[in-house]
């Protein structure tokens, strides 16, 4: 099996949380919150590295800063996530007991914290990879969730996969070999003929899988714009709708 993350996950730059962890009832969960008081909440999911990966972090943080409650629950429910030194040969078999489309309890219970101990009133989403896939299935299923950001991640084998509740938005990497370029053109093509919301794809030049969760100093200078502008699209769309 190819290895699907292509880019550095490896030794990271020093990162300092701006955030703290909370328990929500079964779920361990990284929140971070602007400074001031804010109604409008954003769920980060992480991608097959999980909640604790500085990388996702970084980005949860990144939403807060621009004026957004921000949560990483642990999709995994304690379970192990992928790490650098397991073998492709049995990502397959870990992807079994890690199912992106059985999120849907977790996503209600995260919800309902972030509208009751939050006071959040309108809720988007982000996720990236395996979290890209879960926010794809999400804005399938849950109409609380006002709006959605699917970075590297779709849904392969479901009819229902174009028929979105709410506005979302695609990101691709150009030379990401796990998602070709025929399923992008087919998901265009699909949600042109069927989706009834707002929805974007944009494939980022040259970038890879997981291009576009990286803190600036991690970044390769080549890619920097492209990581940043990802980024900024990102937060763009959620400023668009939440």
């Known amino acids: 099996m190819a290895d699907p993350f292509l880019y550095d996950s490896g030794e990271r730059s020093r990162y300092r949380c701006l955030g703290q962890e909370v328990q929500i ?19 980060v999911i992480h991608d097959i590295f999980g909640w604790l990966f500085p990388d996702i972090r970084y980005v949860v943080d990144l ?42 309890r977790e996503a209600d219970v995260v919800l309902k914290y972030l509208k009751e101990q939050c006071g959040a009133k309108k809720i988007g989403i982000v996720g990236f ?34 028929n979105l509740l709410n506005p979302t938005f695609f990101i691709f990497g150009e030379k990401d070999h796990t998602i070709s370029y025929d399923q992008i053109t087919l998901l265009e093509e699909k949600l042109k003929q069927y989706c009834k919301v707002a929805y974007k794809i944009k494939v980022y030049p040259g970038q890879v899988h997981g291009f576009a969760q990286l803190k600036p100093e991690d970044m390769k200078p080549q890619d920097k714009p492209y990581i940043e502008e990802a980024q900024q699209d990102m937060i763009d769309w959620i400023k668009m709708y939440i």
């Open 129 to 162: 990879s395996w979290g890209g896939m879960a926010v794809h299935h999400l804005m399938l299923k849950n109409p609380q969730l006002n709006a959605g950001v699917s970075l590297y991640g779709i849904i392969r084998d479901s009819e229902e996969r174009y």
């Open 63 to 104: 939403v807060a800063v621009h004026g957004y409650i921000a949560i990483c629950p642990d999709f995994f429910k304690g379970k192990e996530p992928w790490k650098t030194t397991d073998h492709w040969a049995d990502f397959a078999d870990w992807m079994k007991d890690h199912d992106p489309v059985k999120v849907d």
């Open 25 to 43: 009832e079964h779920i361990k969960a990284y929140i971070c919150k602007p400074s001031f008081f804010t109604d409008k909440a954003v769920i």
